[in-house]
């Protein structure tokens, strides 16, 4: 429980420390949260806050963290926005399958002095189906709106018509951490980034700005192979060759001058022993089942991306075909990307193409001699017959 309640300020107040912090959103947009702040306070109706618990990137562990174990400086946080903005309810959106996250946000809620105020907000803790489409910000405010949880187009952006018709500041769970420490004078520019991959185990650490991407690996426990690429942001994000990644600081105006961003704050070492091309093509095939069924280029463009890649990792496919496969997925890469209603589909085609360029010699080594062993290897055990197992009755590959 918090000692006493986050300091107060108002909305120029509020925006100033924001700005003086440089404070940009942690969903993965990197959108300047003080913008979005005067974006939603300057329409006519009472707003509402919207806190994105809902991390749907599935080597994401941080909003999860700082939701169970940092619980308190979230809502500082979101309480801070709801006073300056005016609001009368918080809802918190949070995976419905992250039960002991919702028990610590309802555990922290009971004890939040605030809560007593007269005209104190609403504050709500939902549950929202799992998928990587869910956070999303218009499939969330849908969501949360009582529709299903897809993405609509924009305009309105949630800020001009959000949840229950209203301006809605949708952010992410970390930034409203950020804004807690801000207002309390503790921030000191750290973020928390999840680093998975090639480590002991998937870890969240927090980093301060200036820290390289090999001091973070460092910190999860150091590298368990050399490493061969690095993908920084996730699913939706973009791969980069280990040896200079590897000494890159993780700070956002220096990574998107490389053409890179942390995004949500991932970073995933592809150690030497994994095939790059059978990761791409898993991964492809995943977020080509995410999407949300309503534009053509995402339904039928990822669908045929993924389809291409899986081609150079099939066991017996004529050379031809592969070379085919490979030419077909960077032309389908440039036709999918920017023609979703929502940013699903690009994100899909920065990944793929950033891997096509960092590890552009194997997968032309996979056009032109087939798959790897370990892509072989891969195939098999995703392409195994199911049989069941006596001891615990769940469906096992043979
Ligand atoms: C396909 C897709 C999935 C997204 N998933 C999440 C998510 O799980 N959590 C999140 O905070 N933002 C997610 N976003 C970003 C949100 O739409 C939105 O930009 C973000 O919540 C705004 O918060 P911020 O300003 O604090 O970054 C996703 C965006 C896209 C295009
Ligand atoms: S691009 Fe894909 S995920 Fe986004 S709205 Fe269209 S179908 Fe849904």
């Known amino acids: 429980m918090p000692s006493r309640p986050p300091r107060r ?5 509020l925006v100033d420390s924001l700005e003086r912090a440089r404070l940009h959103g942690h969903g993965g947009a990197y959108f300047p949260t003080g913008t979005k702040l005067r974006a939603v306070a300057s329409q006519r109706r009472r707003p509402i806050v919207v806190v994105n618990g809902t991390e749907g990137e599935p080597l994401s562990r941080k909003d999860r963290f700082l939701l169970s174990a940092r619980t308190d400086v979230v809502l500082d946080g979101a309480f801070c926005v709801a006073h300056a903005l005016g609001a009368d309810a918080i809802v918190v959106g949070v995976d419905h399958r992250r039960v002991q996250v919702i028990d610590a946000l309802e555990q922290a809620l ?3 002095p605030e809560l007593a105020d007269r005209g104190a907000p609403v504050v709500e803790v939902i549950g929202v189906p799992d998928g990587f489409v869910s956070g999303q910000e218009t499939a969330l405010i849908n969501f949360l709106n009582g ?3 897809k993405p609509t187009t924009t305009p309105p952006y949630p800020f001009e018509k959000g949840l229950r018709g ?6 992410n769970a970390e930034t409203y951490a950020q804004i807690g420490r801000i207002v309390a004078g503790r921030f000191d520019g750290s973020r928390h980034v999840t680093v998975a991959g090639a480590v002991p185990r998937t870890t969240v650490v927090s980093v301060r700005p200036g820290t390289t991407v090999a001091a973070a690996l460092t910190a999860a ?3 368990t192979e050399p490493i061969s690429a690095i993908l920084l942001g996730g699913y939706g994000g973009t791969w980069a060759a280990a040896a200079p990644a590897l000494e890159l600081p993780l700070d956002e105006p220096t990574l998107r001058a490389e053409g890179l961003t942390l995004g949500a704050g991932i970073i995933f070492a592809l150690g030497s022993s994994d095939c790059g091309v059978s990761e791409v093509a898993r991964v492809t095939r995943w977020m080509a089942d995410q999407t ?3 534009c053509g280029p995402c339904v039928f463009g990822l669908d045929a991306i993924a389809g291409a890649l899986e081609d150079l990792c099939a066991p017996g496919l004529p050379g031809r075909d592969r ?3 490979l030419a077909q997925v960077q032309r389908w890469c440039a036709m999918v990307n920017k023609r979703g209603g929502c940013a699903h589909p690009d994100g899909v085609s920065r990944y793929v193409t950033s891997a096509l360029s960092v590890m552009a010699h194997t997968f032309s080594d996979h056009a032109g001699n087939g798959p790897c062993d370990r892509c072989e290897a891969d195939y098999r055990a995703a392409n195994a017959p199911l049989r069941r197992s006596v001891r615990t009755g769940q469906a096992v590959p043979v």
Request: charged share 20%; hydrophobic share 40%; glycine share 16%.
């Open 9 to 13: 300020m108002n909305l120029n107040e």
């Open 166 to 171: 209203r301006p809605t500041l949708v952010s």
């Open 110 to 112: 009971a004890g939040r």
């Open 292 to 294: 949300a069924g309503q």
């Open 323 to 325: 070379f085919r496969s």
């Open 147 to 149: 529709l299903e949880a």
């Open 221 to 223: 426990g150091g590298v």
